[in-house]
Nanobody, 125 residues
């Protein structure tokens, strides 16, 4: 079982920055691909970014490319999402997710095995 806990959400003005963190339990974190998803009110959950188990590979949805950066520290069992140049349309609950034992970088929500509870990000205009 993998337990994921997100933190770092909050209220920020448009153009501002936030860094989300996701702490994972388990001694094999370095074997998990990790992803970030978000869900805005009335909308389906959507993929934001993902990172391979080594951290060497990353993948982003087009709307966040150049603004968001996903990274991980396998010594701390933590994955991060640095969000810059935030826009009101980035407002959502952000979730981290783990996929165990894969070399690919999953982009579909059904490809992930474990999910955190989410952290709210609100961007005011």
């Amino acid at each position: 079982q993998v337990h994921l806990v997100e933190s770092g959400g909050g209220l920020v003005q448009a153009g501002g920055s936030l860094r989300l963190s996701c702490a994972a339990s388990g001694r094999t974190f370095s074997s998990y691909a990790m992803g970030w998803f978000r869900q805005a009110p009335g909308k389906e959950r959507e993929f934001v970014a993902a990172i391979s188990f080594t951290g060497a590979g990353t993948y982003y949805t087009d709307s966040v490319k150049g603004r968001f950066t996903i990274s991980r520290d396998n010594t701390k069992n933590t994955v991060y999402l640095q969000m810059n140049s935030l826009k009101p349309e980035d407002t959502a609950v952000y979730y981290c997710a783990a996929r165990v034992g894969t070399i690919v970088i999953p982009a579909g929500s059904k490809q992930y095995d474990y999910w955190g509870q989410g952290t709210q990000v609100t961007v005011s205009s």
